[in-house]
């Protein structure tokens, strides 16, 4: 939380809301807004947080609630240090021609509840350009007077994916390459490579990393870690999100890659030659059960029939006559 003495941004500074209505009001609001050149105590401003797509509330209450006669209120909010109109209410005026471009639709007060001296600011669908200090002002227009000044500043956040680690797969003794990605947070993350065995930060002189922004504008991150090859190596990524005191950590084991390719390898080739080892001894005891046989070549074969019944009469006969 921050603290100090706020100079007001003079109105005339902003698009002129109500000069069309009340010229006359103008020129001594102007000086009275002037003349409040810096606020008569340290006050603290208080800090919201939102994710990106949410909606928020910026409060703007008077202490003393009570009925307030809107025809007799003028209502401001903008941005503090830009002068940028975000949402405003003045009787007369009903249009929101005055609001900045990328607030139309988005930023509202809610006329029920500035009758009871609520003048909260609602913002829809919280975009990262909305990291601002906000600045509530209320005036009495029969007096000239200010009624309220309040300022809020908004921290727009949105989560970091979590980190992605790709590692090189190099042979022993190259150099090894660690990848690591993470994209869509808000705001501007820090990025830090560990090395796991003792919890030491790596070098950054062995790091490369990039932070940009993207078509949503929020912000993707890689960055790339070169060290010399080991046989056992052990680094994380961490992406840190300081707005929500968030640490998004992968851990991703190096070194061991081609050394573990190498056993498997090796261990394949065992199972094989195991599995011939066996087929081997199974096929001789397979022919050491079976009976030995020899060729001796070819034989021949007389096949005898045995004449029965009708047909031994008929071979008998046909013996006889041919006796």
Not at 81 to 102: F, I, P, R, W
Not at 118 to 138: A, G, I, R, W
Not at 166 to 180: I, K, M, V, W
Request: proline residues 4%; charged residues 15%.
């Amino acid at each position: 939380v921050s603290s100090g003495c706020h100079c007001l941004l003079p109105l005339g500074s902003s698009p002129p809301v109500w000069r069309k209505h009340c010229l006359t009001c103008l020129s001594a609001w102007s000086f009275l807004v002037f003349t409040w050149s810096c606020c008569c105590s340290v006050a603290c401003t208080p800090e919201v947080q939102a994710m990106v797509g949410s909606d928020v509330a910026l409060s703007c209450i008077h202490p003393n609630q009570s009925h307030f006669d809107l025809n007799d209120l003028f209502v401001y909010w903008q941005i503090s240090d830009l002068g940028t109109v975000v949402a405003y209410y003045l009787s007369e005026n009903k249009s929101d021609a005055h609001e900045a471009s990328q607030y139309k639709n988005r930023a509202h007060m809610l006329l029920d509840r500035m009758k009871q001296g609520d003048f909260s600011l609602y913002l829809q669908n919280v975009t990262p350009q909305d990291t601002q200090k906000f600045e509530c002002l209320v005036f009495w227009k029969s007096t000239l007077t200010r009624a309220l000044k309040k300022e809020v500043r908004l921290h727009v956040a949105a989560n970091f994916s979590l980190p992605v680690v790709h590692s090189s797969n190099p042979s022993q003794g190259q150099e090894l390459t660690f990848t690591c990605i993470s994209t869509n947070g808000y705001p501007k993350p820090n990025l830090y490579w560990i090395n796991r065995t003792d919890n030491s930060l790596m070098d950054e002189a062995l790091q490369n990393s990039t932070v940009s922004l993207n078509e949503r504008g929020l912000y993707d991150v890689i960055s790339i870690l070169r060290i010399p090859w080991a046989l056992h190596v052990n680094v994380s990524c961490c992406v840190e999100n300081v707005v929500l005191h968030q640490n998004l950590t992968s851990i991703s084991q190096g070194g061991e890659t081609q050394t573990r390719q190498e056993e498997k390898i090796m261990a394949l080739f065992s199972i094989l030659a195991v599995l011939l080892v066996a087929a081997v001894i199974s096929g001789w005891v397979c022919r050491s059960k079976c009976p030995h046989r020899r060729y001796t070549g070819p034989r021949t074969v007389v096949l005898e029939h045995e004449l029965t019944g009708e047909y031994a009469s008929v071979g008998g006969l046909e013996g006889w006559e041919a006796g």
